[in-house]
Every structure is written in C-alpha cells, then in structure tokens.
C-alpha cells in the first residue's frame, strides 16, 4: 500500500508539494492548494468542535458543487470520519433514512434548509464563509496559524477503517450502504491516478455528483497528482463541448450519455474540444458510434472505459481504445470492450451452473473489493467462495468474490458488458433497483401493484416509465413519489390501470405491458 495510507494523505501530499498551485475552481471561486488545506482545516477542527469535542467517525456531506462539497469533503477525512455523500436535491425522508442507517453523529451542510428534521445535529458552513476562511489569521488570536502535521487525521485512521460510504440503490426499497475502506480506495489510486499524466496545469472536470462513486475518482486523481479540479455548473454538462471550451479542460470524466447531448445540440463537430488530453468514460456503456464522434471532436486525447461497481471502488478493468481508429475493436452489441481487470484483481465468468466460461456473471476479487455491506444482510447472494459455491452467513471472507450481477462475454482476450443478469438497470449512469421504484409505488395510497420498467425515448437513451394497478389519477402518485425518491429514479410516466395484464398463467405479461407504457400518450 501506499506510503499515503489514508485518502486525506494523498491531498496533504500535494498541498505540501505545490501549496501555490489552483486546486479548487468552482462557483467563480479559486483556491489553491494551501488555500484550501487550510481551509480544510479549520472546518475539521469546527467539526470536531460540533461533535462535542472528539472527533466524528461517520459525517454526512450534505453540499453539491460548492466550496462547501469539497472543502467538507476534505475536513471530515482530515478529523478521521468517514464521509457519507448526501444531495441536497434528494427528498428530505430519505436523506434522513440514509443518516440513520449510515449511524451519521453529524451532517455538515451548505445551507441551514435541509428541507426537514433529519435525525441528525446538522452543522452548517456556507461556501462564502469557508471561501473568506481560506486564508484569513486564526480567528483564536488572530495571528498567523501554526503549522500542525498536515497530513495526520485528528482521529487515528487505519487501513481498514471506512473512508466513504455511497448508499445505492436497492431492490427491497431501501438504498443499500457501501462502505469503502481507507485500504480500497488507496490501492485504487495507487493503481489509476498516474496513468493519464496529470500534475500542476492539468485541468479536470467533476462531472459526477458526490452521491456517485465516481466523483472519488473526479477529486482525489486530480487532487493527488497536483491538477486543478474544475466543476462546472449542472446545467454546463448538457453542453459537454462548451463547457470543456470553456472550462479549458485537459481532462474529462463522465457518462457516456453527456456524448449524446452535445451530438443532438449539433456541437461535437470535428476538432471542437482542442484542449483535451484524456476522455475518460463510465458509469453506462460506451457505443463504439459514440466513441468515434467524440474522439473526432478531441483528436489530441486519449479515450478509456472505466468499468466497475460501487463494491469494487469504482473501476476494476479498464480498456483503452488504440490511438489510430482503424484498430479499434469490433463487439457483438456495438459496445466498447471494458478491457481487462486492474492489477492485482482477479476476475472469472461463472455460467449458470456456477463453472467458469467465456461467458456468463463477472465476479471479482482483490484489494478493491469492498468487505460487505452496511447492513450485513444485503451480503446474502452476492459472495461467492474461493471454489465458486454461495458464501455462508457473516462477513465475506479475504478470498470470496464479489457477484457483480454483470453479464459479461470474451471477445478477443477483452471482455465486452452484455448487460445485467437481474432487475438492475443503469440511467444516464445512475445505478437503480427497479423494485426499489415499485416498492416506494406500492406503499402509496390506492396502489395494489405496480411495475417499473425501460423503454427507448425519443433520443435513443433509455427511459424509466412505470405502471400501477390501482385507482387515483397519476399526477398525484408522481407528487407522492417524488417525496420518496430522488429526481434520477422519477418515471417518467406513470400509468394507472385497473388491473396489470397478465398472461394465460396468471404471470404479469410484460410483453403486453411494455406495449401500453411505449404507446405515445
């Protein structure tokens, strides 16, 4: 493991290596490293202060695209806490769910609305506040500060205590948490960060809400190899070739989804984003149409995938696309292969029978592969022992593999994603349990049934729509839902039948089903 065995280290160190350098951009605001160490700093110090005077272990980070996000993000791995990422767009119910399952001693907020009681003492840094505090004296004596071990979190941290939890979405209803240890993310950096040449001057983009695992990637790849972290506003990435432009990105990291906006805006024109050095794609499938349009648009950049659940600390296998066109690959779906497995991981294809194949569910083991969920009962069907056989009750073992639920084929020694073995389904990246949407309809008022489904829109990506057996008009049961989920996991219809179809054996007739919910309304 890295010498930096705790994520904080790996910013520390560069803050120490280039305190001069702009980490920061967002909002209008910069900050250097220095900068924003410091401020960093004296928000771990207000943290443990709100604590009650020891510090935090679980804080929950309720901030987006602010100084506030970032500076936060900082300070409560610098007090030794773990962060818990939560939107502030996401209805208050379930934020304040999450807080007591994650077992939160504090949440630290942007702004005092937080929407509602959150069952958690919340304690609030607005991004104007921490902005002035950047490089203010000390407000104790109002003289210069001293210089404490700037990269030692005030609580002891170990390889295997937890440096983030990420709650995904889960098919009982209940989002399911995800701790990563301090031991996952750092052999993760120690594998990616310096690959893509990245060091004071280079220019990334944060496109990925904190929420999603992939910001990890977004801030600390930047963040420990000296580059400038740049966010740019939410409503920039609907105009990805503007905002690189803008921006002046060296580096960019998202869905692959945000292509097919600045297709449709007719913008990714031949030679539009001159500044890239690196495209960088995951979360959701690449089609090899939209990787040409886009590497056409960024002739000097490289292009990689990143595959790789949540469990397994944000990617596991990589694939990078040859730099002359010509040699790109060809795949059975039009994808873009994943590519390999990172170092160190192991990765085998399990047929039906559970016997290895060159096709069938991808299961991973190795140093990114997380120690099991939160709530120890959501490990249940998603290990496997050494010799492939389902794992026993407890915590899963060193040797276990992780069931990605992935369906996965070889295609020329690269591995190429053929889609989800379950009911999981992934939306502009986003990673959704289809019975978590039928369960948050189930439980309102008049619904007996209710079914969660993907069709194609009009723009070609895939579309949540859902209908319901029951009685109420639809535009209430949307109100009531978007009171339980967050705006990502809204369909968007809902249709209200008297009775779902079902088949001559009673079964719901999904064929039937899929022909109603697609008809244009």
């Not at 205590?161 to 399911?176: E, H, L, Q, R, V």
């Not at 031991?183 to 983009?205: T, V």
């Not at 349990?433 to 619904?447: D, K, M, Q, Y």
Request: proline content about 9%; overall charge negative.
């Amino acid at each position: 493991m890295s010498t930096a065995h705790h994520l904080y280290g790996y910013f520390a160190r560069s803050a120490a290596a280039h305190p001069d350098e702009p980490a920061l951009e967002v909002g209008g605001t910069v900050l250097t490293y220095g900068a924003l160490r410091e401020s960093a700093e004296r928000l771990a110090e207000r943290l443990v202060t709100a604590a009650g005077g020891t510090p935090p272990r679980r804080v929950g980070l309720l901030a987006a695209r602010s100084v506030t996000a970032y500076a936060g993000y900082l300070a409560i791995l610098r007090a030794g806490a773990a962060v818990v990422p939560l939107n502030p767009e996401h209805p208050a119910a379930r934020t304040a769910g999450i807080a007591a399952a994650a077992g939160l001693d504090l949440i630290l907020a942007q702004s005092p609305d937080t929407g509602g009681d959150l069952g958690v003492p919340v304690h609030t840094a607005g991004p104007e506040e921490l902005r002035a505090a950047a490089s203010g004296p000390d407000p104790r004596t109002g003289g210069a500060r001293p210089a404490p071990d700037r990269a030692t979190p005030l609580r002891p941290v170990g390889a295997d205590d937890i440096a983030y939890i990420i709650f995904t979405s889960g098919s009982t209803g209940t989002p399911k948490g995800v701790p990563v240890r301090h031991r996952n993310i750092c052999a993760y950096l120690d594998r990616i960060a310096g690959r893509y040449g990245i060091g004071p001057g280079s220019r990334l983009s944060q496109t990925f809400e904190l929420t999603f695992d992939g910001s990890v990637h977004d801030l600390f790849v930047a963040w420990s190899q000296g580059g400038t972290l740049v966010v740019p506003e939410r409503g920039q990435l609907l105009s990805p070739v503007a905002t690189v432009n803008k921006l002046r990105l060296t580096h960019w990291f998202s869905v692959p989804s945000l292509i097919g906006f600045a297709s449709r805006l007719g913008t990714l024109a031949p030679g539009s984003m001159p500044t890239l050095r690196w495209s960088v794609f995951g979360g959701e499938p690449l089609t090899l149409r939209a990787a040409r349009d886009w590497q056409a648009a960024a002739p000097g950049s490289r292009l990689e995938v990143l595959y790789g659940p949540t469990e397994l600390t944000i990617s596991c296998t990589s694939y990078r696309f040859p730099e002359d066109v010509a040699d790109w690959p060809h795949t059975p779906n039009g994808t873009a292969p994943i590519g390999t497995g990172h170092p160190d991981l192991d990765l085998v294809l399990l047929d039906e029978d559970g016997r290895p194949s060159d096709t069938g569910e991808l299961c991973v083991r190795g140093p990114l592969r997380f120690a099991g969920y939160l709530d120890p009962a959501q490990d249940t069907g998603r290990f496997l022992t050494e010799d492939h056989r389902p794992a026993g009750d407890g915590p899963p073992g060193e040797k276990d593999w992780y069931r990605t639920g992935d369906r996965v084929t070889v295609r020329d020694g690269l591995l190429v994603h053929l889609g989800r073995t379950d009911h999981q389904v992934k939306i502009r990246g986003h990673r959704i349990e289809l019975g978590e949407i039928e369960a948050a309809l189930r439980a309102l008022p008049g619904v007996r049934d209710a079914v969660a489904v993907t069709v194609p829109a009009a723009d070609g990506e895939a579309e949540l729509r859902a209908a319901v057996g029951g009685t109420g008009p639809a535009e209430a049961l949307y109100a009531a839902l978007g009171e339980r989920l967050p705006p990502y996991m809204m369909p968007a219809r809902i249709t209200v039948l008297d009775q779902l179809p079902l088949n001559a054996n009673g079964k719901l007739d999904r064929r039937a089903l899929l022909a109603e919910l697609e008809r244009p309304r």
